[in-house]
């Protein structure tokens, strides 16, 4: 696909919107248009702003300009044996770099190796007056606007329009095991928290309401003792893909799905549906036709939060009033002309 520096071009774009007094509907690749409310405004197009900007393999760092395809990203660390460890899920052949920051999802491996915010180590950002702003850096060490760049993780557009990240990246482990071990959720539960005071390789587990999955990843030693003390049956390590890009049977159902994200030592919930659990518990999918006020005092009864996963009224759990004060000023700070994808994560954004 090659490489494009659109910069000028997007100020063009944001200037224009300020003086016809229309809002931008910011959109890559669309593979993520289910998440959040529905968005309203002049569309532009990020896949326009695309390449790798810099791979350091020595420092563990790349940065790519928003447009750049995931998978050109991922197939860049591959080569040098390196990975995104946050395990992005695409959700579709085209997915972005900056779709995949806005949207702030993280794959299996998430509760063992972190989210995908605490691998942003800088941000290249324009604001809602037309202005290239720069957050953090290229290093750890570099901690200046650090958490602003962190912040745009999971903003869908709303504070700013990404233009480059710089994203820490790690090795790949050197071996990986997967199995299958047929037990109910409550035992499950019980044994991931029990397995997680213990030095297991685990790097994922999910349970289907019938048996649990786990993935084992890190030195051939240590996966292969950790294989040999839990027994199970061997499984594919596609499956964790499938997982990720929710193509298994539990995603295809017709009820409306919903994500849970709980504490990790949460009980088995009594919720009304069928459950795909992930994360050892600490995210949860339902798909339900239940109303979604029960869905979000489900959640919210558990100590979480429940967000619906494809367009829906009720969108995100709403947010307490000082919660929703502070996104409020945030917005207002980065995004002062209510320009970037109104109302997509919240109405009152």
Excluded at 97 to 110: E, F, I, V
Excluded at 280 to 301: C, D, F, N, Y
Aim: with cysteine.
């Amino acid at each position: 696909m090659g490489t494009c520096d659109a910069s000028a071009s997007w100020q063009e774009q944001v200037r224009a919107a300020l003086a016809d007094g229309v809002c931008l509907h910011l959109r890559g690749s669309g593979s993520k248009a289910h998440l959040g409310r529905a968005v309203q405004g002049r569309l532009l197009d990020t896949r326009e702003h695309r390449g790798i900007v810099c791979y350091d393999p020595a420092e563990l760092v790349i940065s790519a300009r928003a447009g750049t395809p995931l998978a050109d990203v991922e197939a860049a660390l591959a080569e040098r044996g390196q990975m995104l460890a946050f395990e992005p899920p695409r959700l579709g052949p085209g997915a972005t770099l900056g779709g995949t920051l806005a949207c702030g999802l993280s794959g299996p491996r998430r509760p063992w190796a972190g989210a995908l915010r605490d691998y942003v180590l800088g941000t290249r950002v324009l604001s809602g007056d037309g202005q290239w702003l720069r957050f953090g850096g290229e290093v750890m060490k570099n901690v200046a606007g650090y958490d602003l760049s962190r912040l745009m993780a999971g903003s869908q557009g709303c504070l700013g329009l990404i233009g480059e990240v710089s994203l820490k990246v790690l090795p790949r482990p050197r071996a990986r095991h997967s199995l299958r071990l047929p037990m109910p959720l409550k035992e499950a539960l019980a044994r991931l928290a029990e397995w997680g005071q213990q030095p297991l390789p685990l790097s994922a587990a999910s349970h289907d309401g019938q048996a649990l999955f786990l993935r084992l990843e890190g030195g051939e030693g240590s996966v292969q003792a950790a294989a040999e003390r839990l027994g199970g049956e061997p499984l594919h390590d596609e499956f964790w893909a499938e997982v990720n890009e929710q193509r298994l049977g539990f995603f295809q159902q017709p009820a409306p799905l919903w994500r849970l994200s709980l504490p990790p030592n949460s009980a088995d919930l009594a919720l009304p549906g069928p459950q795909w659990v992930d994360w050892a518990g600490a995210q949860r999918w339902l798909k339900t036709t239940a109303p979604a006020s029960t869905v979000h005092a489900l959640a919210a009864g558990a100590g979480g939060h429940a967000s619906a996963w494809h367009a829906h009224p009720a969108g995100a759990q709403p947010l307490p009033a000082a919660l929703l004060a502070l996104h409020q000023r945030l917005k207002a700070a980065l995004d002062p002309h209510g320009l970037f994808n109104p109302g997509r994560l919240y109405a009152e954004l």
